[in-house]
């Protein structure tokens, strides 16, 4: 059965600061893998997809690399705004790519 | 462009009630329709997904079901409430290619 996990649960750093959050997943069989954001109370906003056979995805300061063989993916995010606050969520598809297996998340707080 | 409408946003509902949450997408035909469940401090877990009209696979055996009456139409519903369906409830769709997949903003639901 297919696990995600996601370190740290929280985050905390001053605005400018560029940071890293990982992902790790125990099947490497995957469809894809996507990042999303969610805000307190509101969906989830998609914010990078990669497809297994993609090593990496950029979109504006943010990149997102996938490495299937380790099970892991991080999302890096550059030069960090309070407008980065929520939680970053990570999920991986099925090879059926019917579904997607959440991780936790990580909720980062960027102070001013 | 693609539209997700998920309703109602908040509902308050005794226990032993029925439950309708209704989600209809926009712009696109045939798409993956997912209903996921996020309970207060854990991720989010697949309920149900349709990959057609009248084709629902269940991930998790509970008191709740869903229903695809109409290709881009996905009704998740229950016939008697528990506290334990308390959560906020997001519908999300995805074309069967990619696995990208998009998220209504969601219902939150409180069982009394």
């Known amino acids: 059965k297919q696990e995600v996990t996601q370190i740290p649960a929280a985050l905390s750093v001053p605005e400018g600061e560029n940071l890293v959050l990982n992902c790790s997943f125990t099947?490497?069989?995957?469809?894809?893998l996507q990042w999303f954001r969610q805000d307190p109370g509101k969906g989830l906003t998609s914010l990078l997809l990669?497809?297994?056979?993609?090593r990496e995805q950029t979109s504006g300061r943010l990149n997102a690399s996938l490495d299937k063989s380790s099970g892991r993916s991080t999302l890096y995010i550059a030069a960090s705004q309070p407008g980065d606050s929520a939680t970053y969520l990570c999920?991986?598809?099925?090879?059926?790519?019917?579904?997607?297996?959440f991780g936790k998340g990580t909720t980062l707080s960027v102070s001013s | 462009s693609q539209t997700i409408h998920q309703w109602p946003a908040t509902l308050v509902q005794p226990v032993g009630s029925p439950l309708s949450l209704e989600c209809t997408v926009e712009?696109?035909?045939?798409?993956?329709l997912y209903w996921y469940r996020q309970a207060a401090g854990r991720g989010l877990q697949l309920l149900f997904y349709?990959?057609?009209?009248?084709?629902i696979s269940s991930e998790v055996p509970q008191n709740l079901s869903a229903s695809r009456p109409q290709d881009r139409q996905f009704i998740l519903s229950s016939k008697k409430l528990l506290l334990s369906d308390s959560g906020f409830y997001l519908c999300?769709?995805?074309?069967?290619?990619?696995?990208?997949?998009?998220f209504g903003e969601g219902s939150r639901l409180t069982v009394l």
């Open positions: 990669i497809q297994s056979s993609q």
């Open positions: 099947d490497s069989a995957i469809y894809n």
């Open positions: 999300a769709w995805s074309w069967a290619d990619t696995g990208e997949l998009f």
């Open positions: 999920a991986v598809t099925n090879q059926a790519g019917t579904a997607l297996i």
């Open positions: 712009g696109t035909s045939n798409p993956n």
């Open positions: 349709s990959v057609g009209i009248g084709q």
